[in-house]
């Protein structure tokens, strides 16, 4: 992108985000106005100084009054901070002319016409005036204008004025009350300084912006970390389970071969409880075993006996067995003939006693 180019697109970015504060600034002094709509504080003169006029017009017994270090006492001097201020003024100290009929096309020039006649109008020098206009048309069906001058001497409310404008109010006004007949008239003297309130919000929002900014980079920042850190466990925890697994694989295997076995014995105990049972009733009493070997559906006894011929007849009689077959030869002792004598278990049988 050409440099001209750039230029130009930080040049615009900078008017946005400048409109974009001045819009907030004023949402704020909007806000704050509405917020802290406060009614003003009315000074009434009373000897040489000034007391407070509360509502229902009942006046203070307080007198505020201007000396070397400023408006004393200073305790009610500090309730005037912040606030609009109207002074109270004598119907002598303000003058009130009427200009007109004027033309209607003659409005954007009405403060220039009264400029050139305030000397006339008033006992005072024009550079020491404080001057209010109002312009009304003369009548519902008339557009003519007629125009009000209201006007006071500076230098006449200077101490006072001074003193009060120390204080940091909002606005400070001239009043003269109602009067006659005519309405009440407030001459401005001075306000707060607009410029220097809106520079003053517009420095908070940027920080205040700034530091939200930071703040949201910070936590995306720890965010991202916390869930690189988050995935580095899982992975570990991974890791460690997979080696858990492979460590007790062969002690699975064997627990799965434990239950086959056990699974086994499960369907022949049964069959050799009833071998057993069987073989208990027909073996014939002068028969003595000495090994008994019982699985996989067959029966191998070993023993000595007096006589083979009774102990293979009872065997075949007993219903419980078959396939009588001597496994080994038959050995001739004292006590008898030693046998080898292997069956099959038959799982329908039972004992013949």
Same mark, same amino acid.
């Given at each position: 992108?050409?440099?001209?180019?750039?230029?130009?697109?930080?040049?615009?970015? @900078?008017?946005? !985000?400048?409109?974009?504060?001045?819009?907030?600034?004023? *949402?704020?002094?909007?806000?704050?106005?509405?917020?802290?709509?406060?009614?003003?504080?009315?000074? *009434?003169?009373?000897?040489?100084?000034?007391?407070?006029?509360?509502?229902?017009?009942?006046?203070?017994?307080?007198?505020?009054?201007?000396?070397?270090?400023?408006?004393?006492?200073?305790?009610?001097?500090?309730?005037?901070?912040?606030?609009?201020?109207?002074?109270?003024?004598?119907?002598?100290?303000?003058?009130?002319?009427?200009?007109?009929?004027?033309?209607?096309?003659?409005?954007?020039?009405?403060?220039?016409?009264?400029?050139?006649?305030?000397?006339?109008?008033?006992?005072?020098?024009?550079?020491?005036?404080?001057?209010?206009?109002?312009?009304?048309?003369?009548?519902?069906?008339?557009?003519?204008?007629?125009?009000?001058?209201?006007?006071? @001497?500076?230098?006449?409310?200077?101490?006072?004025?001074? *003193? /009060?404008?120390?204080?940091?109010?909002?606005?400070?006004?001239?009043?003269?009350?109602?009067?006659?007949?005519?309405?009440?008239?407030?001459?401005?003297? %001075?306000?707060?300084?607009?410029?220097?309130?809106?520079?003053?919000?517009?420095?908070?929002?940027?920080?205040? /912006?700034?530091?939200?900014?930071?703040?949201?980079?910070?936590?995306? !920042?720890? !965010?991202?970390?916390?869930?690189?850190?988050?995935?580095?466990?899982?992975?570990?925890?991974?890791?460690?389970?997979?080696?858990?697994?492979?460590?007790?694989?062969?002690?699975?295997?064997?627990?799965? @071969?434990?239950?086959?076995?056990?699974?086994?014995?499960?369907?022949?105990?049964?069959? %050799?409880?009833?071998?057993?049972?069987?073989?208990?009733?027909?073996?014939?009493?002068? *028969?003595?075993?000495?090994?008994?070997?019982?699985?996989?559906?067959?029966?191998?006894?070993?023993?000595?006996?007096?006589?083979?011929?009774?102990?293979?007849?009872?065997?075949?009689?007993?219903?419980?067995? %078959?396939?009588?077959?001597?496994? %080994?030869?038959?050995?001739?002792?004292?006590?008898?003939?030693?046998?080898? /004598?292997?069956?099959?278990?038959?799982?329908?049988?039972?004992?013949?006693?």
């Amino acid at each position: 992108m050409p440099r001209r180019a750039e230029g130009t697109m930080v040049t615009s970015l @900078s008017e946005a !985000w400048r409109w974009w504060i001045d819009g907030l600034v004023d *949402a704020v002094l909007l806000v704050e106005a509405r917020v802290r709509r406060v009614r003003p504080v009315r000074l *009434a003169p009373r000897g040489d100084g000034h007391v407070v006029v509360h509502r229902g017009g009942r006046r203070g017994r307080r007198v505020l009054r201007v000396g070397a270090e400023g408006l004393a006492p200073a305790r009610l001097a500090r309730t005037l901070k912040g606030r609009a201020i109207e002074v109270e003024v004598g119907a002598d100290e303000v003058v009130v002319r009427r200009l007109g009929p004027l033309p209607p096309e003659s409005r954007p020039y009405v403060d220039g016409i009264v400029a050139h006649q305030l000397e006339r109008m008033t006992p005072w020098l024009a550079a020491d005036l404080i001057v209010r206009n109002r312009i009304e048309p003369v009548g519902p069906d008339d557009p003519r204008l007629t125009v009000t001058v209201a006007a006071a @001497s500076r230098a006449m409310q200077a101490r006072l004025c001074g *003193a /009060l404008d120390a204080l940091g109010p909002k606005e400070i006004r001239l009043v003269r009350p109602a009067s006659g007949g005519e309405a009440e008239i407030a001459l401005p003297v %001075a306000a707060a300084d607009l410029a220097a309130e809106r520079a003053r919000i517009g420095r908070t929002l940027r920080f205040g /912006l700034a530091g939200l900014a930071l703040a949201a980079a910070i936590g995306a !920042w720890s !965010w991202s970390t916390a869930i690189g850190d988050l995935d580095g466990e899982t992975a570990e925890l991974e890791e460690r389970l997979e080696g858990y697994q492979r460590r007790l694989a062969p002690a699975r295997d064997a627990a799965a @071969s434990d239950r086959e076995r056990i699974a086994a014995l499960s369907r022949e105990t049964p069959m %050799a409880v009833i071998a057993l049972d069987t073989l208990s009733a027909a073996l014939p009493d002068e *028969a003595h075993l000495s090994q008994l070997q019982i699985g996989r559906g067959r029966l191998r006894m070993t023993g000595v006996t007096r006589d083979i011929a009774a102990l293979t007849t009872a065997m075949e009689g007993a219903g419980g067995f %078959a396939e009588p077959v001597f496994s %080994a030869p038959t050995v001739r002792l004292a006590q008898g003939d030693r046998f080898t /004598l292997d069956l099959r278990v038959a799982t329908g049988g039972g004992a013949k006693r």
